[in-house]
């Protein structure tokens, strides 16, 4: 089983909302991979029981450059009895699947919004290799700064399933849910 989050407490609660169960779940988990982390560090300690040389290490995880890697500790048995650093470079496609830079979100809703005529994975696949590094770097394209992505970038739930043209005009496509299930992984 896999359990993604961005806060350790998402699992642990708060110490005025603690979660029962988290201390249990992250207590038996064998395999933890850790980012860069902001705050406090207690909840590492009390919960994931990383030793002081280990939180040293966390603390000093480079920051993640988007879409190019990200740095990450392993951690490996229910008390920390193995580590490991390493980055992960995400392929352009991987990356655009899984951005949650709120500009990249939205250009990547309007994308799929605005390319019925490809299947699902050719608007992925064309997106990646336009912007194989994201748009973190680039300034605003035209399509932004003209509000065109800002208008179209979010498919209401009245949209899913509607008939569009294709930009020949000469077939229809029915927009899915896929193309918006997505919009909700994270990374």
């Known amino acids: 089983m896999w359990g993604i989050s961005q806060a350790v407490e ?58 190019k890697k ?24 991987e990356y655009w699947l899984l951005t949650t830079y709120p500009r990249e979100r939205w250009y990547r809703q309007w994308w799929l919004a605005t390319n019925p005529h490809l299947s699902l994975v050719e608007r992925y696949e064309e997106l990646a290799n336009k ?11 035209p399509e932004e700064r003209s509000g065109e992505v800002g208008r179209l970038g979010v498919l209401s739930p009245a949209d899913i399933g509607k008939r569009s043209s294709t930009p020949s005009g000469s077939a229809t496509q029915t927009v899915t849910t896929a193309s918006v299930a997505l919009e909700g992984a994270s990374v």
Request: charged fraction near 20%; aromatic fraction near 8%.
């Open 10 to 67: 998402d699992f642990t609660g708060t110490p005025d909302k603690p979660n029962e169960f988290g201390g249990a779940i992250l207590a038996t988990t064998a395999v933890k991979m850790i980012g860069r982390q902001k705050g406090n560090f207690d909840v590492l300690r009390q919960f994931l029981h990383l030793n002081e040389t280990t939180l040293n290490r966390v603390k000093g995880l480079g920051m993640t450059e988007k879409g």
């Open 70 to 93: 990200s740095e990450f500790l392993i951690v490996i048995g229910e008390k920390a009895e193995t580590t490991h650093s390493l980055y992960i470079v995400p392929t352009p496609l």
């Open 131 to 141: 912007f194989p590094h994201g748009l973190s770097e680039l300034p605003e394209l």
